[in-house]
C-alpha cells in the first residue's frame, strides 16, 4: 500500500515569489506520480504527472516538480507565482504495474497568492 | 467535450433520509471512480467502476452506501440512510483505460456538496 504526506497544509506566498509544496510518498514498489489543482469549487484537474524517463517534469503554466527516489519526494516548484495560482494542491501516486489503478491522494495544500 | 458531469451541485437534506448522486462521465470513458473529500480524511476512494462493472468498492464506509453504474454513461451513487457524518464534497472521476494502466488521468466533475443535518 501507498501513502503520500503533504508536509504544509497552507502556503502563503506573494505575487512574483517562488514557491515550493513538498509532498513525499511511501511505496515497496515503484510508483507513478502526480499533482493535481483545485481550483475553488471545481474538481481536480491534472497539473503534471511523472512515469518514467526524466525526473523533472513540467506542467504548461509554469509549475515543475522533480522525482527524488532516494528521498521518496516529488516537489512541486513554480518560480513566480500568479494570482490565479490560487488553489489547493494535491500530490497522488500509483502503483506503476498491471492491475493498478488506485490514486492515493495526499491531503492537499492550500496555496494562497498574496497581491 | 462537457466533461464529467455531477448532479445535484449541492444537497441539504435531514437525517434518516435518501440521498442519490448522479454522474455523467465523459463519453469514450471506461473507467469510474467516486471519491468522497472531507477535511479530516482528505480524499478517499469509494468505489471504481470499469466497464461498468464494480471492481473495488472496499471504500464504501457502509451497507448505507450503494453504487450502480447501469450502462457506460450514467452513474449513481446512494446513501440510505444518511447520517450527518456523511456531510462531505462527493466527487466522481472518470478516465480512459482502467486496471492495469497505472498512468491514471482522472476527469473530475465539480463535485457534489452534501449537507446531513
Known amino acids: 500500500a501507498q501513502s503520500v504526506t503533504q508536509l504544509d497544509s497552507q502556503v502563503p506566498v506573494f505575487e512574483e515569489a517562488p514557491v515550493e509544496l513538498r509532498c513525499n510518498y511511501s511505496s515497496s514498489v515503484s510508483v507513478y506520480l502526480f499533482w493535481y489543482v483545485q481550483y475553488p469549487n471545481q474538481g481536480l484537474q491534472l497539473l503534471l504527472k511523472?512515469?518514467?524517463?526524466?525526473?523533472l517534469v513540467e506542467s504548461i503554466n509554469g509549475f515543475e516538480a522533480e522525482f527524488n527516489k532516494s528521498q521518496t519526494s516529488f516537489h512541486l516548484r513554480k518560480p513566480s507565482v500568479h494570482i490565479s495560482d490560487t488553489a489547493e494542491y494535491f500530490c497522488a501516486v500509483s502503483e506503476s504495474g498491471a492491475g493498478s489503478y488506485q490514486l492515493t491522494f495526499g491531503k492537499g495544500t492550500k496555496l494562497s497568492v498574496i497581491p | 467535450d462537457a466533461g464529467v458531469i455531477q448532479s445535484p451541485r449541492h444537497e441539504v437534506t435531514e437525517m434518516g433520509q435518501e440521498v442519490t448522486l448522479r454522474c455523467k462521465p465523459i463519453?469514450?470513458?471506461?473507467?469510474l471512480f467516486w471519491y468522497r473529500q472531507t477535511m479530516m480524511r482528505g480524499l478517499e476512494l469509494l468505489i471504481y467502476?470499469?466497464?461498468?462493472?464494480?471492481?473495488?468498492d472496499s471504500g464504501m464506509p457502509e451497507d448505507r452506501f450503494s453504487a450502480k453504474m447501469p450502462n457506460a454513461s450514467f452513474s449513481t451513487l446512494k446513501i440510505q440512510p444518511s447520517e450527518p457524518r456523511d456531510s462531505a464534497v462527493y466527487f466522481c472521476?472518470?478516465?480512459?483505460?482502467?486496471?492495469?494502466?497505472?498512468?491514471?488521468?482522472?476527469?473530475f466533475g465539480s463535485g457534489t456538496q452534501l449537507s446531513v443535518l
Open positions: 511523472y512515469l518514467s524517463g526524466s525526473t
Open positions: 467502476f470499469n466497464n461498468n462493472v464494480p471492481i473495488d
Open positions: 472521476a472518470s478516465s480512459l483505460g482502467g486496471a492495469g494502466t497505472g498512468s491514471i488521468k482522472l476527469f
Open positions: 463519453s469514450g470513458h471506461n473507467s
